[in-house]
């Protein structure tokens, strides 16, 4: 499988591409932008974007999707039912795609945001908005982080060392080393788990 | 891109490499396959896909060769020359660089994080979106360099050289800074800090 990253300097934001060595039917992941670079290298390797996976629905991450929607009659996969004007197929989390041979499995992480998706192609990992190489995704508020954090701890660094990720911003990086120099695992290491409402009543302090 | 296949021989959790079904601890003919190793890359300029974890370098000449989607985790880089090589999607975390020239060299879209560097020169190159988090450098020069949207988080950098570079979107978050040059760069472009929303 042939596998190439677009970086828009508009957005800030990376797009991959994800396709058969020959040519053919082909994955695009965030579609930020679709510019003349990013249409030549699909021209050139004889791709057609047969999907679209969308990490998070806000615009860094699909602007492009209308220019590409033009040329490609593709399905896209999201959190959400409707992005842009376009119906998408929903993604939940434990969803199994089967595109092609490719098989795509999708875990959410509503701490981020209810519409944030991660899809692991293999041991690659493309994780929009959740992570940055040796951050969390940005939050609203420090609080916000804390509770994100928390869930990376859970449900996110234990996965295999040898993960490679591809985050929505920035440059790859390595499951080994997120659980090693992320911010995210001193800040949840550091913040004991403090459920939203305290499950003894009488604990509430006025 | 390269595909990391377990080692052929049961119990072991590293990787098959270059035209072998074993990693490198397992290989019968370490020797051998070394030797073959050292002609096919000097035999070629482009190379892609390739995976060489844990293999060591020594005394190489590698000036202008092309790799595309390889992977070199925990590979060992001694008193190599690599000037003027590219390096496209690859993958060199958690292995070390030791008197190496990287000069004029093209960096896109790596992971190099977990390293250890001692005196190796990246003068002149173009280092785009590569993560050196928690880089332990030494007697390193990056000046006149383009190390536009590059990590360098969490890591310890000693007498580094960053002159005349270009530190827009660089990150040195976390990283204990001690006697770096940072003249005639555009620092105040670099992020220094976490968020100012951190608790």
């Known amino acids: 499988m042939k596998f190439y990253f677009h970086y828009s300097a508009e957005n800030f934001t990376n797009t991959y591409i994800l396709g058969p060595d020959n040519g053919g039917d082909a994955i695009l992941i965030d579609p930020g932008v ?44 999201s959190r959400q039912a409707v992005v842009q004007e376009f119906s998408c197929q929903v993604v939940k989390p434990g969803t199994r795609l089967q595109l092609n041979d490719m098989s795509v499995d999708v875990f959410c992480f509503s701490e981020l945001s209810h519409d944030a998706a991660v899809y692991k192609v293999g041991s690659w990992l493309f994780c929009g908005d959740l992570i940055s190489a040796g951050r969390p995704g940005t939050t609203s508020s420090p609080y916000a982080k804390v509770i994100l954090s928390q869930a990376l701890e859970k449900r996110f660094f234990q996965g295999h060392e040898d993960t490679l990720i591809f985050p929505g911003e920035g440059p790859p990086t390595l499951m080994r080393s997120e659980k090693l120099f992320n911010t995210a695992r001193y800040l949840a290491k550091r913040t004991p788990h403090v459920p939203l409402f305290p499950e003894n009543p009488e604990e509430w302090e006025p | 891109m390269f595909d990391l296949t377990p080692c052929e021989v049961s119990g072991c959790r590293r990787h098959a490499v270059w035209n072998s079904a074993v990693c490198t601890n397992h290989l019968t003919n370490f020797d051998q396959w070394s030797s073959a190793l050292k002609q096919y890359l000097l035999s070629k300029n482009e190379f892609s896909s390739l995976v060489l974890n844990r293999v060591t370098f020594t005394q190489l000449d590698l000036r202008g060769k092309r790799f595309k989607g390889c992977a070199f985790l925990g590979a060992t880089w001694q008193e190599t020359q690599l000037d003027g090589c590219e390096f496209r999607n690859c993958f060199l975390d958690f292995g070390s660089f030791r008197d190496c020239s990287l000069q004029e060299t093209t960096w896109i879209f790596c992971s190099v994080s977990g390293n250890t560097m001692k005196n190796c020169h990246w003068k002149g190159s173009d280092i785009l979106h590569v993560n050196f988090n928690g880089l ?27 002159r005349d570079c270009n530190l827009k979107k660089t990150q040195f978050i976390d ?25």
Request: aromatic share 14%.
């Open chain 1, 34 to 77: 679709l510019d003349v670079p990013l249409l030549d290298l699909i021209e050139q390797n004889n791709y057609y974007i047969r999907w679209v996976l969308i990490t998070r629905c806000q615009s860094h991450h699909i602007r492009g999707l209308q220019t590409l929607k033009r040329i490609y009659d593709a399905q896209i996969y």
């Open chain 2, 136 to 162: 332990e450098a030494e007697s390193c020069d990056f000046s006149e360099s383009d190390l536009y949207f590059s990590r360098f988080n969490a890591g310890t950098l000693t007498d580094v050289q960053f």
């Open chain 2, 175 to 199: 990283t204990e800074l001690i006697n770096i040059n940072f003249q005639y760069s555009n620092y105040e472009e670099a992020e220094m800090h976490e968020e100012k929303d951190e608790l």
